[in-house]
């Protein structure tokens, strides 16, 4: 529950505590507070059970964790009954992303480069020479950079 607290954020909370409450009253505000959420894991605890009742018997394998989504796709990838990990092995992220970055800084990757010798090889009028524009964009100044046009 509480994983992300460290050391120092603990003495800081109990020196806090103990200013504002004051040692005299802190043991009893400390019961009061588990208790509290004693009776508020009871509460979630019984609302769980009437919603898995409800529910029926063809959601007895039914977890509450299940519906965060990077728990259930989680499972979903762990089970691998729907082939998932062939599909996720076929695509090759970095390449494409190393393809995309190339692309937005004006380089030629490996295989947009065969692509491209492809496509002049087959002789279509209409094609436009980027790279000429690019250069001369280059030679030119830039254009600014506009935050409120992205």
């Known amino acids: 529950m509480f994983n992300d607290i460290g050391a120092l954020e603990v003495v800081t909370l109990v020196v806090l505590a103990v200013l504002v409450f004051g040692p005299e009253k802190l043991p009893k505000v400390i019961q009061d507070v588990t208790r509290t959420i004693r009776k508020i894991r009871e509460f979630s605890d019984s609302a769980k059970q009437d919603i898995r009742n409800e529910l029926g018997p063809e959601f007895k394998d039914f977890e509450f964790e299940d519906l ?28 494409e992303m190393a393809e995309l970055t190339d692309a937005v800084h004006g380089r030629e990757s490996e295989s947009s480069s065969a692509a491209a010798s492809d496509t002049s090889s087959s002789g279509s009028g209409g094609s436009v020479d980027m790279t000429k524009k690019r250069e001369k964009l280059e030679l030119e100044e830039r254009p600014p950079y506009d935050l409120d046009a992205t």
Do not use: M
């Open 68 to 95: 965060n989504p990077k728990t259930f796709i989680r499972k979903q990838l762990d089970n691998d009954e729907l082939g998932l990990k062939e599909i996720r092995n076929g695509f090759d992220l970095k390449k």
